[in-house]
């Protein structure tokens, strides 16, 4: 058979395609509850670090075992503590270049910020995605939220201190838009959450 028939080619690269495609599907199938596993794993052990709460080891059943012992998921969308201590809510911020997805969680009376993790972030490296880093995380553990600010500004991320503000973290430098949009997500959440 003559190879450079346009036929030739073009039976060659169908052939190819619909193997290439049958191995992917049959890969995606085999995977798919892997991935929903890790997915659980890593949703777990968030809002485990989110709740400031360490199982008795690193195992996925000891992180869903802590979950669904000790969080419960309200109607509305809200993690409440058992013990009714702590509450934590999802947020999502439009980021520089996508979606950035966390979980913050704040005492009973939601006034005071426990702690804040993040679920999903596709920053860039280096710069905004140094957003799950302990050393700005760090910033929000016992951060006062502002519920008297009318200009929905409940905490604020960079910029200047106002004298008598304790409702402030430093911003990444490098990372203005990020932190900017973080900012302005949490805000919109608990202006709806806490007022």
């Not at 395609?17 to 890969?27: A, E, K, N, P, Y």
């Not at 794993?41 to 008795?56: D, H, T, Y």
């Not at 997805?101 to 999903?120: A, H, K, M, P, Y």
């Not at 951060?143 to 500004?153: F, H, M, P, V, W």
């Amino acid at each position: 058979m003559n190879t450079r028939n346009p036929v030739y080619v073009v039976l060659f690269m169908i052939i190819l395609m619909v193997l290439i495609g049958l191995l992917l599907s049959i890969i995606n199938f085999v995977t798919k509850p892997t991935l929903a596993r890790n997915e659980e794993l890593l949703k777990n052990r968030i809002i485990s670090r989110a709740f400031v709460m360490k199982p008795s080891d690193e195992s996925a059943e000891q992180y869903r075992k802590l979950v669904t012992d000790s969080i419960r998921l309200e109607p509305n969308g809200t993690y409440l503590s058992t013990d009714r201590t702590r509450v934590g809510f999802e947020f999502i911020a439009n980021g520089f270049w996508d979606k950035i997805r966390g979980v913050i969680v704040l005492d009973s009376s939601l006034s005071t910020i426990v702690n804040i993790q993040f679920l999903e972030q596709h920053e860039t490296p280096g710069l905004g995605a140094r957003i799950e880093e302990l050393e700005f995380t760090d910033q929000f553990k016992g951060l006062k939220i502002d519920k008297a600010n009318t200009s929905r500004q409940l905490i604020q991320i960079g910029g200047t201190k106002i004298a008598g503000s304790n409702n402030r973290v430093d911003g990444i430098t490098g990372a203005t838009q990020t932190s900017l949009a973080l900012m302005i997500g949490l805000n919109n959440m608990l202006s709806e959450k806490v007022k």
